[in-house]
C-alpha cells in the first residue's frame, strides 16, 4: 500500500478537465514540495510537474498542480486521448526518510 | 537528449545478488546538478525509492532497504550501477534508473525499466 493515495482511475471526455487528487500526511505532502509524472502506455515516466506547481520546459500549460494542506491536485485541461496515461505523485516523507509515491491513477479518455 | 539505459540480467535466485547498471547518454553522470538513483515496482504495486547517489560517490538509501542494497558510480563510463543482496521473490520488480534534480525528490528522467525476477 502506498503512503501517498490516489484514485485508481478517472475518466473525462476530449476536451474537458480532469483532476487527480493525491492525499498524503503532515510528514509528507504536508511538509515538502509534489511532483508529478505522467507515463504513457509503454515509456518511461516523464516529469509533469514540480514543486507543486512548475512545468519543466516543454511541458504545455493544460497542465496544472497546486497543494492544500496535506492534500495535492493534478488538472489536465482541454483532454486529448494522447493524455491517456498512468499518473503519479511523488514527495519526500520525513518521518520514513524516504521518497514517497502514489500508488497511480490511470486516466481514460472517452 | 539524455537517454538513461538499464541492463542487467532478467532473472535471479533467492538469496543471490541482482545487479544492473544504468548507462548515461546524452549528459554526463559527473554533473553537479544531478543525483542518480534507482526506482522499482513490483508487478500490480506502487513505485518504490532504492536510493541515490552524486557524482562524488555520496549515497542515500532507503532504510527498509539499506542493509542490502549499494549504488556505486563509475565516471569513466558514464554508468551506475545498483547492487541488492540476499533477493527474494518480494524483489521481482521493474526496476527505473533515473536522474533527479535540487536533490534526491524530483525525478527529471526515467529509463525505460527492466523487469527483474527472482526465481529459482
Known amino acids: 500500500q502506498s503512503v501517498l493515495t490516489q484514485p485508481p482511475s478517472v475518466s473525462a471526455a476530449p476536451g474537458q478537465k480532469v483532476t487527480i487528487s493525491c492525499s498524503g500526511s503532515?510528514?509528507?505532502?504536508?511538509?515538502?514540495?509534489v511532483s508529478w509524472y505522467q507515463r504513457l502506455p509503454g515509456t518511461a515516466p516523464k516529469l509533469l510537474i514540480y514543486d507543486n506547481d512548475k512545468r519543466p520546459s516543454g511541458i504545455p500549460d493544460r497542465f496544472s498542480g497546486s497543494k492544500s494542506d496535506t492534500s495535492a491536485t493534478l488538472g489536465i485541461t482541454g483532454l486529448q486521448t494522447g493524455d491517456e496515461a498512468d499518473y503519479y505523485c511523488g514527495t519526500w516523507d520525513s518521518s520514513l526518510s524516504v521518497v514517497v509515491f502514489g500508488g497511480g491513477t490511470k486516466l481514460t479518455v472517452l | 537528449q539524455l537517454q538513461l539505459q538499464e541492463s542487467g540480467p532478467g532473472l535471479v535466485k533467492p538469496s543471490e545478488t541482482l545487479s544492473l547498471t544504468c548507462t548515461v547518454s546524452g549528459g554526463s553522470i559527473s554533473s553537479r546538478s544531478y543525483y542518480w538513483g534507482w526506482i522499482r515496482q513490483p508487478p500490480g504495486k506502487g513505485l518504490e525509492w532504492i536510493g541515490n547517489i552524486y557524482f562524488n560517490g555520496s549515497t542515500y538509501y532507503n532504510p527498509s532497504l539499506r542493509s542490502r542494497v549499494t549504488i556505486s558510480v563509475d565516471t569513466s563510463k558514464n554508468q551506475f550501477s545498483l547492487k541488492l543482496s540476499s533477493v527474494t521473490a518480494a524483489d521481482t520488480a521493474v526496476y527505473h534508473c533515473?536522474?533527479?534534480?535540487?536533490?534526491?525528490?524530483?525525478?527529471?528522467?526515467w529509463g525505460q525499466g527492466t523487469l527483474v525476477t527472482v526465481s529459482s
Open positions: 533515473s536522474r533527479t534534480i535540487f536533490g534526491v525528490v524530483i525525478v527529471s528522467a
Open positions: 503532515s510528514s509528507n505532502i504536508g511538509n515538502d514540495y
